[in-house]
């Protein structure tokens, strides 16, 4: 039992959260959160209206920023 305790804990992706920045450094908010794997990351937008697989979390974050006007940061969970 502890064997598979221990294989989940090595395979959790990593969480993270693409947001925008709206004004100054200090506003903004989550456009999408996602996971990353060790050969893919998964979004979804905050609506839940969309969602993706990427080749990493900073792939989603260029692709993503291209189709809005907003500049978007990784921020890691």
């Not at 969602?51 to 940061?73: C, D, K, T, V, W």
């Amino acid at each position: 039992m502890a064997e598979r305790g221990n294989l989940a804990k090595e395979s959790t992706p990593k969480l993270f959260a693409l947001c925008e920045e709206v004004g100054d450094r200090h506003c903004g908010h989550v456009e999408y959160w996602g996971m990353a794997f060790d050969d893919h990351a998964a979004i979804v937008s905050a609506t839940g209206r969309m969602n993706g697989s990427f080749r990493s979390a900073e792939s989603a974050r260029q692709r993503l920023a291209r189709i809005g006007s907003q500049e978007l940061h990784l921020m890691w969970v």
